[in-house]
Antibody
Framework: QVQLVESGGGVVQPGRSLRLSCAASAFTFSNSGMHWVRQAPGKGLEWVAV????????YYADSVKGRFTISRDNSRNTLYLQMNSLRVEDTAVYYC??????WGKGTTVTVSS | IQLTQSPSILSTSVGDRVTITCRASQGISSSLAWFQQKPGKAPELLIY???TLQSGVPSRFSGSGSGTEFTLTISSLQPEDFATYYC?????????FGQGTPLEIK
């Protein structure tokens, strides 16, 4: 069945980097705009970034602009989120979503010293 | 674009008709979606383009509105509907979510 699986989360110190991945299966990945959405503990949903189907257009939330980079490899059906200069407030569950109608289960990022 | 949902929390009962409102800080045409999220789970798309029901979503869910005011209605609340509901504007980047409306059992 259609599946998105995130990986790469973990515990990291402030100022360090982390790269998340989202692997797609049984899903028309190369035709879909792909998003990252996050949810801090006990908080609501926050849209993070989007990349167009061919990777030519990328947009970011103001809270991550200049620190996070979204990318994709359509040959590998995989979406990425490179997170640099991480802050405590980046602590959240990170979800990938295809066209906002197919979601992964999320991967947890904890930024703590 | 800011989205404000009301009420902030809703205490309700099985069988009730429920309405949640989402107001945008500027006009967004019909570029609004509604999501349901249960604890520990990923969000699920219920409605897109303000009023189009996502495939597989029960017909007791409906959406309406355009411009700056939108509503999600559940015609007769079922036990599995107790969850948190979010609106999302996809009219312009950056996309934004409302703050969420949890439904609680009265």
């Amino acid at each position: 069945q259609v599946q998105l699986v995130e990986s790469g989360g973990g515990v990291v110190q402030p100022g360090r980097s982390l790269r998340l991945s989202c692997a797609a299966s049984a899903f028309t990945f190369s035709n879909s705009g792909m998003h990252w959405v996050r949810q801090a503990p006990g908080k609501g949903l926050e849209w993070v970034a989007v990349i167009s189907s061919d990777g030519s257009h990328k947009y970011y939330a103001d809270s991550v602009k200049g620190r996070f980079t979204i990318s994709r490899d359509n040959s590998r059906n995989t979406l990425y989120l490179q997170m640099n200069s991480l802050r405590v407030e980046d602590t959240a569950v990170y979800y990938c979503a295809g066209d906002m109608d197919v979601w992964g289960k999320g991967t947890t990022v904890t930024v703590s010293s | 674009i800011q989205l404000t949902q009301s009420p902030s929390i809703l205490s309700t009962s099985v069988g009730d008709r429920v309405t949640i409102t989402c107001r945008a800080s500027q006009g967004i045409s019909s570029s609004l979606a509604w999501f349901q999220q249960k604890p520990g789970k990923a969000p699920e798309l219920l409605i897109y383009a303000a009023s189009t029901l996502q495939s597989g979503v029960p017909s007791r869910f409906s959406g309406s509105g355009s411009g700056t005011e939108f509503t999600l209605t559940i015609s007769s609340l079922q036990p599995e509907d107790f969850a948190t509901y979010y609106c999302l504007q996809n009219n312009s980047y950056p996309f934004t979510f409302g703050q969420g409306t949890p439904l609680e059992i009265k």
